[in-house]
């Protein structure tokens, strides 16, 4: 199946991509099979259980205030975050959902929203069960769906298709590794960035192509800026304080700083990063880059660039998402995105791999450079864990964004300095990350059973 730009870079809410996004999209695609199937007006009740991972980590991840939003037919780019505390307070209160928008059936979370814990259904560790009902208690319609990472999700069908679910749309551009994307940049005398530009122009103009890249930076960069702004606790019960809001203050009031420390700027990235995930972790819109989890690294990166870097510009910008989303899409293609598959390497080493490659591109590398970029950019992040302590995407996420976006500029300047020969290939790295992620135990993989999650007390 072709991937766009548009399907790494995902306008959404927070607090997880997986986990919240997901459920939402499954929400969604539910209604769409019961108007399909002209039963939505029939329906008296609706049934969801969650599974594997949505279970053990979804009352953080608050993937059952995803469902029931999803069901009500809010999309997650469009959803007004400040409205879904009402939302799901007025169901509670009410025991009664607004389907579709369209008309009330009874809903009590409690019973019609289990969390099915230690149960996993089988082709993924995020699977969720629909079912509807009409008044008679007769089903209506089930379905399966998966939310396979970064806010994409599947069917029962399509995940049996495994990754070759077929599409007719062409490109003229098509690669499956990156071997065979430096083969086609080398064949056509193009850059990645000008490859991925051209892919996307098949699904669309490039005056439009160029306003939605701008939207997503801009939706990234809204999100910095209201991070930078926001005070106080975080939700969850975890009493994590927010730190964007000091740190943005004794940045912005002691400029001079700067000129005894050099190293100043990598305070500016850790506060894009911070302010982008205390944002996420609040429930608030952010761009899913690749996941939400992982949401700050490109977008701090990706300031860093935009303030720091001398020359920076509009062009810089669409390249540096297009060359990072190129490189996401070897990832999805031949490893995963999800934590709940391979860990925090899908999450943050993605981002980071992603953020490489990018930061080098806008900064004059070559596309073997770039290469190189993006696979320092995972190579020290293997084997990359994922234990949220209480389940939520607080500790150690927040910080781990600011690793993975300093972390991301280094790996650009190590490649820059380099001719673009080395060692390890991206596709092996890639492959590495998919191999380690399989032998990976599940308590490490987003269920908040091992590691920090077990061994820190959440209070
Ligand atoms: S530990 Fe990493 S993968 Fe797990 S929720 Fe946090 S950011 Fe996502």
């Known amino acids: 199946m072709p991937l766009s730009i548009f399907d790494l870079y995902k306008v959404g809410i927070g607090p997880s991509?997986?986990?919240t996004v997901g459920p939402v999209v499954a929400g969604n695609r539910f209604l769409d099979e019961l108007r399909e199937r002209a039963v939505l007006d029939r329906v008296a009740s609706v049934h969801v259980g969650l599974f594997g991972s949505l279970a053990m980590t979804g009352k953080g991840h608050a993937t059952d205030v995803a469902v029931m939003i999803g069901l009500m037919g809010e999309k997650p780019d469009l959803v007004d975050p400040d409205k879904v505390p009402l939302y799901i307070e007025e169901i509670k209160s009410s025991g009664?959902?607004?389907?579709?928008g369209e008309r009330k059936i009874?809903?009590?979370?409690?019973?019609?929203?289990p969390f099915n814990f230690g149960e996993s259904l089988p082709k993924h560790p995020n699977g969720m069960h629909f079912k509807a009902y009409d008044d008679a208690g007769i089903i209506l319609h089930d379905n399966i769906f998966y939310s396979v990472g970064g806010g994409f999700v599947l069917s029962d069908a399509e995940a049996g298709q495994g990754k070759a679910i077929k599409s007719d749309h062409v490109l003229p551009y098509h690669f499956n590794n990156g071997v065979e994307l430096l083969e086609i940049c080398e064949a056509q005398g193009k850059t990645i960035a000008q490859i991925v530009l051209e892919?996307?122009?098949?699904?669309t103009d490039q005056e439009t192509l160029e306003n939605r890249l701008w939207n997503i930076w801009q939706v990234m960069d809204n999100c910095i800026k209201r991070g930078c702004h926001e005070v106080g606790e975080l939700p969850g019960g975890l009493n994590?304080?927010?730190r964007a809001n000091e740190l943005f203050e004794e940045l912005k009031n002691s400029p001079e700083a700067a000129l005894k420390d050099?190293?100043?700027?990598?305070?500016?990235?850790n506060l894009f990063a911070i302010a982008v995930n205390e944002e996420n972790a609040a429930g608030g819109r952010v761009v899913t880059a690749p996941t939400n989890g992982a949401a700050g690294v490109i977008p701090a990166v990706l300031a860093y660039y935009d303030r720091f870097v001398h020359g920076s510009n509009r062009q810089g910008i669409y390249d540096f998402l297009a060359t990072s989303a190129a490189i996401g899409m070897l990832y999805k293609k031949n490893?995963?995105?999800?934590?709940a598959e391979v860990g925090c390497q899908g999450e943050i080493g993605v981002?980071?791999?992603?953020?490489?490659?990018?930061?080098c591109a806008v900064m004059g590398g070559t596309n073997q450079q770039i290469e190189n970029a993006a696979e320092i950019g995972m190579e020290h992040n293997l084997g990359l864990t994922c234990d949220p302590i209480g389940g939520l995407v607080q500790v150690p996420c927040i910080e781990r964004n600011t690793m993975g976006a300093v972390k991301a500029i280094n790996a650009a300047r190590l490649a820059l300095r380099g001719d673009g020969q080395h060692h390890v290939s991206l596709d092996s790295v890639i492959e590495t990350m998919r191999q380690t992620g399989v032998d990976m135990q599940d308590k490490y993989k987003e269920t908040s059973q091992g590691g920090l999650a077990v061994n820190v007390v959440a209070c």
């Open 17 to 19: 991509s997986s986990h």
């Open 106 to 113: 009874s809903f009590d979370p409690e019973k019609d929203l």
């Open 96 to 100: 009664q959902l607004n389907l579709a």
């Open 240 to 242: 994590v304080k927010r």
């Open 351 to 359: 981002a980071c791999s992603m953020a490489a490659g990018a930061l």
């Open 262 to 269: 050099q190293l100043t700027v990598m305070d500016w990235v």
């Open 335 to 339: 490893a995963s995105i999800s934590a």
């Open 199 to 203: 892919n996307e122009l098949t699904w």
